[in-house]
């Protein structure tokens, strides 16, 4: 079996496709983490042994002992690796920047670890939000800085199958992602359990950060649809999707 977790095929399939053919055509399964994984890969290479089976969503015990960072009062939240030509926080910063959250005293924080932390750190001088946009060491359990966050962003390039956004509706914290390949559209519903919009667009980004900020009907609908939203991605599930494809 063998399991697809991006959909920058590259990384898993050569561009050949009589080369992935020799490959991997006497696989028992290709197992991709979305929908739209297993479309590309059907469009790309033919492949008819190929299955979706999402990542699941971990109960993981709490970090003893673990430091809570100090927290904005009032903070928009993005985790993850702090990898620009994955990750994009350039348009996340972009569209802060454009939106009202920074005027209405709801800060960014950037939590994470990566190679683009100093450039980012530099963006935010240039367009002069340093002091609004908070930026936070990767933490082992995120959980408690997730429950007090206003909302998390995903802003990617592209994805897999997104685990921020299922961490985050497990919390009851609702999103606002771009519209990336691949992912986020199978566990959006748009204005239900958050917003979903344009890729690359900081103006929509900033336009659906102003929405949760100003339409409070609006946020509090998608805040308490949000656990329920994700219980499909639970252990227990997925596991009897890997079971039903073994036996």
């Given at each position: 079996v063998f399991v697809v977790h991006s959909y920058w095929l590259k990384n898993y399939l050569p561009k050949q496709r009589l080369l992935a053919k020799l490959l991997y055509n006497k696989a028992f399964q290709l197992v991709?983490?979305?929908?739209?994984?297993?479309?590309?890969?059907?469009?790309?290479?033919?492949?008819?042994?190929?299955?979706t089976i999402y990542n699941c969503l971990s109960k993981s015990a709490s970090i003893v002992n673990q430091d809570t960072p100090k927290l904005p009062q009032n903070f928009i939240l993005f985790f993850g690796r702090i990898e620009d030509k994955v990750k994009n926080i350039s348009l996340l910063i972009d569209g802060y920047s454009q939106s009202k959250l920074a005027q209405n005293n709801t800060k960014l924080v950037i939590l994470g670890d990566g190679p683009d932390t100093t450039y980012?750190?530099?963006?935010t001088v240039d367009l002069q939000l340093q002091h609004q946009i908070v930026f936070l060491p990767y933490c082992a359990d995120p959980?408690?800085?997730?429950?007090?966050?206003?909302?998390?962003?995903?802003?990617?390039?592209?994805?897999?199958?997104?685990?921020?956004?299922?961490?985050?509706?497990?919390?009851?914290?609702?999103?606002?992602?771009?519209?990336?390949?691949?992912?986020?559209?199978?566990?959006?519903?748009?204005?239900?359990?958050?917003?979903?919009?344009?890729?690359?667009?900081?103006?929509a980004l900033a336009k659906a950060f102003d929405r949760f900020l100003e339409d409070e009907q609006l946020y509090f609908h998608c805040k308490q649809n949000a656990?329920?939203?994700?219980?499909?991605?639970?252990?227990?599930?997925?596991?009897?999707?890997?079971?039903?494809l073994l036996k």
């Open positions: 991709a983490v979305s929908q739209e994984i297993k479309q590309q890969i059907q469009l790309e290479y033919g492949f008819n042994q190929i299955s980012l750190k530099q963006k959980s408690s800085i997730i429950k007090r966050a206003l909302f998390s962003v995903l802003s990617s390039r592209y994805e897999g199958f997104p685990m921020v956004l299922i961490e985050s509706l497990s919390q009851g914290t609702p999103v606002v992602s771009v519209d990336c390949k691949s992912g986020p559209k199978e566990v959006i519903q748009n204005e239900i359990n958050g917003l979903m919009v344009e890729n690359h667009n900081p103006n656990k329920k939203s994700v219980e499909k991605f639970s252990t227990e599930i997925i596991s009897k999707n890997w079971l039903n």
